[in-house]
Nanobody
């Protein structure tokens, strides 16, 4: 079992930045691929970014490439999502997920989410 807790969400103006964090506890964090997903009101949850257990591989939703950066610190059991040049359509609840390798297999464990609201 892995327990995930997201933080760092909030209200930001369009063009601004936020850094989300996801702290993990439980099973060995470094053995998991990590993901960020988001769910906007009335929409399905969608994948935003993923990172391999070692951090040497990453993947991004096309629309956030160049704006978002996923990273991890295995010594701190934490994964991050740096979000720059935010748009109002990025408003959503952002969820952290953990899954077994390989990257792309998807999360098995989920956090509770953190709200990101981008005002125009």
């Amino acid at each position: 079992q892995v327990h995930l807790v997201e933080s760092g969400g909030g209200l930001v103006q369009a063009g601004g930045s936020l850094r989300l964090s996801c702290a993990a506890s439980g099973r060995t964090f470094s053995s998991f691929s990590m993901y960020w997903y988001r769910q906007a009101p009335g929409k399905d949850r969608e994948s935003v970014a993923g990172i391999s257990w070692s951090g040497d591989m990453t993947s991004y939703k096309d629309s956030v490439k160049g704006r978002f950066t996923i990273s991890r610190d295995n010594a701190k059991n934490t994964v991050y999502l740096q979000m720059n040049n935010l748009k109002p359509e990025y408003t959503a609840v952002y969820f952290c997920g953990a899954g077994t390798p390989p990257l792309g297999s998807g999360p098995r464990y989920w956090g509770q989410g953190t709200q990101v609201t981008v005002s125009s």
